[in-house]
Structures are given as C-alpha cells and as structure tokens.
C-alpha cells in the first residue's frame, strides 16, 4: 500500500512563504512521477505543479514563478516551495504518485494512483 504524507501546512500572510514537504517510501519516489495539487471548500481541485523521475517539472499557470517542486532523493521526499503567497492560495494541498502522472491528472476528470490525505494552508489578508 502506497502511502504519501504531507506535511508543513500553516496560516500565514498574504506575501509570506511556506514548504510544503511529501513523504513517501522508496519505491514509490523512484517509479513515479510525483506532483501537488489542491482543493479549496467548495471549488473545484486544482493541478499546481509535476516533476517526473528525471526532474522535469511543469507547473499550472496560477503559481508558476511563485511555486516551485523539487525532489530530495535522498529523503524520498517531495517539496513545493511557495512564495508570495495570496488569499486565494488558501486550500488543502494534496500531494500525488502515478507513473503516468501530468497536470491533467491532477486537474477535475483526471485520475491518479496515489493520493495523500493533505496539508491545510491558510493565507490571511
């Protein structure tokens, strides 16, 4: 059983930042590509961010150039860094593995092997 746990969500600031952390086993960082997205009350989810095995990331358009994703190999753990935070930023972020996975598999429709349970992030005015 597959198993991702996130980690690092807080209530800040409009302007502030946060880390984002996901941790998972061996396997699972190694043979899949891994990604975020997130889900605010009521609104639809919303795809931010992939990197696949190689490193290759892609971002949505909403948080590229403030959000980045990373990967630490050594710790079987993916990040999302995210700067300038926004009100609007305010959700459930979720963190997600699936060999096949893309921005359209995170986004409403799409599928994903593998899904963790979240991290609450809250962005003041």
């Known amino acids: ?5 996130e980690s690092g969500g807080d209530s800040v600031q409009a302007g502030g930042s946060l ?3 996901c941790k998972t086993n061996r396997f699972t960082f190694n043979y899949n590509n891994m990604g975020w997205f997130r889900q605010a009350p ?5 795809a931010l961010a992939v990197i696949d095995s190689a490193g ?5 358009d909403s948080v ?4 980045t994703i ?16 926004i009100p609007d930023d305010s959700a459930m972020y979720h963190c997600a593995a ?9 986004a409403p429709g799409g599928s994903m092997a593998f899904r963790g349970k979240g991290t609450l992030v809250t ?3």
């Open 70 to 85: 990373s990967k630490d190999n050594a710790e079987n753990t993916l990040y999302l860094q995210m700067n300038n935070l």
């Open 1 to 5: 059983r597959e198993e991702l746990v």
């Open 123 to 125: 962005v003041s005015s």
């Open 19 to 21: 880390r984002l952390s």
């Open 42 to 46: 009521g609104k639809e989810r919303e």
């Open 98 to 106: 699936d060999v096949h996975l893309t921005l359209w598999s995170m």
């Open 56 to 60: 290759i990331s892609k971002y949505a």
């Open 64 to 67: 590229r150039g403030r959000f």
